[in-house]
């Protein structure tokens, strides 16, 4: 029964064309463990050195958002340091190109303000991306952020298609968000 759950967990992620996929608690040095190998699993794919920078860059940003803003944490109430941070991230391709989607659990307050700036970025076209980007870059952090808050931003720059995104609403306080970009 094992061998038969985790053949259709690895059947689905082929038929996904997921080539990389960690589901687990993140935190930095795990983020450079892993980027290591997404790049090796890259270049050993011989891709052009442009692709590889935009997929590992956009991984790198995705799993910072996990690291940062997951509302699945271990302990909830330590120092940013000390936290276990929990999310699932996928690396793939397709026909066309290579993908990163990355998920985590969010807090429901936050999944209006999310969303008006996912819609916001995704209809912006490359010069409006680096105009955002700049303006962002030159004012105040964002309230909520734990960093420049470009991070959205620099992903949709990165995308080669508009990035993909929704919510499921969870029981409780809390839904599941997913963001998925093609480099």
């Given amino acids: ?4 759950k985790q ?10 064309g997921v080539i990389f996929c960690y589901s687990g608690y993140m935190t930095e040095a795990i983020l450079s463990g892993l980027g290591q190998a997404i ?13 590889i920078r935009g997929v590992f860059s956009v991984f790198v940003e995705q ?8 509302a699945e944490r271990e302990p909830d109430d330590a120092s940013e340091e000390s936290v276990l941070s929990y ?19 969010v807090q429901k307050k936050d999944v209006e303000r999310l969303n008006n700036q996912l819609d916001m970025i ?10 955002l980007y700049k303006q962002i870059l030159r004012g105040e952090v964002p309230e909520g952020s734990k960093g420049a808050g470009v991070g959205f931003v620099d992903i949709a720059k990165k995308a080669s298609r508009p990035i993909e995104f929704d919510f499921l609403n ?14």
Avoid: P
């Fill in 7 to 16: 053949n259709q967990i690895r059947q689905v992620l082929h038929d996904e």
């Fill in 39 to 51: 790049k090796q699993k890259l270049i050993m794919e011989a891709l052009d050195v442009k692709t």
């Fill in 170 to 183: 969870l029981d409780g306080d809390y839904a599941y968000f997913s963001l998925k970009a093609y480099i």
């Fill in 87 to 105: 999310g699932l991230l996928t690396v793939g391709h397709d026909a066309e190109s290579y993908f990163v989607t990355c998920g985590n659990k």
């Fill in 1 to 4: 029964m094992l061998s038969q």
């Fill in 122 to 131: 995704k209809k912006l076209d490359h010069d409006g991306l680096k105009a």
């Fill in 63 to 70: 799993m910072q958002n996990v690291i940062r803003y997951s």
